[in-house]
């Protein structure tokens, strides 16, 4: 029979035992055997001859279910690296994390044909950030944080640029004037807009082309605790995800966009910048 021993073990089983069965003392027996008498008294004091698991007992989560799903979300609508998704549940999320943490909770990314270029290697192909995917998801919230709202977002694909906001209605008129806002806030020179497949994305925009895409699925975002359990920095769901965009777009260089921000490096695109 295999019998599996620590890599730094002095002992086997069979002498282990011998150690508990004897009536030596136990600088005779370390004298005897050639081993410390620290370890026969930690065999003498056992009543297992086997090696103790290493494995914690009881494994302490740093973050909660909900949590790691936000967390989860959040990386694939970023499209955000380790590192950049690591600063923005620090300092955006308000949750404590460490990388190695972060990274041990973070669920495989959505597969995706073919991974679109961003940043440097975006403009060396030849892409230009001229067009913005949007965005619609019912957030389910608690009845605590007003129950349900309508989260906006859109995102330009090169440099990762965001703009999102919360509302707790939705009507086309109110979405043309998000639009509007996003429009006018984008460093770029949007001319394309993709909109998924939902009657409140369903725009036009005189000179600019929009295009249809579908969702593989668009659930709605439930939420069975209040945002300021789950997300510390959280003062409103709106004020969540404007600061969430704020940071992400100025908060931290990243290395793809040539130690730029995404709003300095659309900025530094523009025409006699």
Known sequence: ME???HANATTTPRVRRYLQQSDKSDRELAKELGISVTTVRRWRNREQTGDRHTTPHVIHKAMRSEQMALVNALRDTLNAPLDELLFMVNEGLGIAVSRATLNRY?????????SPLQGKKALKAGITPNTLTLHYRLLALSMDDGGDHHL???RESVSGWC???VFSGISPPLVANWLNETLER???DIQCLETENSKWLQVTLPGREVRAYTELSSPAIAFTETLSELIPAATGPDAL???LCELWNTGKAQKKLGECTPQAFLE???PGA
């Open 152 to 154: 906006l977002w859109a």
């Open 186 to 188: 984008c460093p770029a």
């Open 163 to 165: 703009h999102a906001r």
């Open 241 to 243: 995800v404007i600061r």
């Open 106 to 114: 973070l669920a495989p990314a959505h597969q995706r044909q073919r």
């Open 268 to 270: 530094a695109l523009r």
């Open 3 to 5: 019998i599996k021993l």
